[in-house]
């Protein structure tokens, strides 16, 4: 009588198993995004560089799929040496692409910082200016930086 519930159990644990193993997509799909918002929070997301999302194309089907991830940082292509190389010359292609692939895959765009010690142009890390010379320089390039994307960014 033992045997018998032993192989019972046994049949059972095996039928269980061979059930769970071959069912398709057997684990549920992780939506951070989705988990965040659930937990009454605004969103779930990531930080990341044009050249990662536009090189491959695994890593930019995670980072669009807005169950995943409801925002997206730029990760350098605002700082200060993206944007303003040289003084007074803007380049944004790499901010607005970013810009541009967010908002077209529905998620939200944060900006994290207008100056930062470690993405500097060297213009600005070695110049030497004057208080009132500096404080005109960041105004200019904040100032700029921000109207560009107003509206545009989260807070």
């Excluded at 194309?57 to 980072?63: E, G, P, V």
């Excluded at 600005?124 to 100032?143: K, P, W």
Aim: net charge neutral; charged share 15%.
């Amino acid at each position: 009588m033992q045997l018998l519930k032993m192989l019972s159990l046994l049949l059972a644990v095996l039928t269980f198993a061979l059930s769970v193993s071959s069912a398709p997509n057997a684990r549920p799909k992780l939506e951070l995004n989705t988990l965040a918002k659930q937990n009454h929070k605004l969103y779930f997301g990531t930080a990341s560089n044009n050249a990662e999302f536009i090189n491959d194309t695994d890593y930019r089907r995670i980072i669009q799929d807005t169950g995943m991830f409801g925002q997206l940082t730029p990760a350098h292509g605002m700082k200060w040496s993206e944007v303003e190389p040289n003084p007074g010359q803007f380049t944004f292609a790499a901010a607005d692409q970013f810009v541009q692939f967010a908002r077209g895959n529905g998620q939200l765009i944060r900006g994290h910082n207008c100056v930062w010690h470690e993405r500097l142009p060297d213009w600005v890390a070695n110049g030497t200016f004057t208080e009132s010379e500096i404080l005109n320089v960041v105004e200019n390039h904040c100032g700029t930086l921000v109207g560009r994307y107003r509206g545009q960014i989260c807070k």
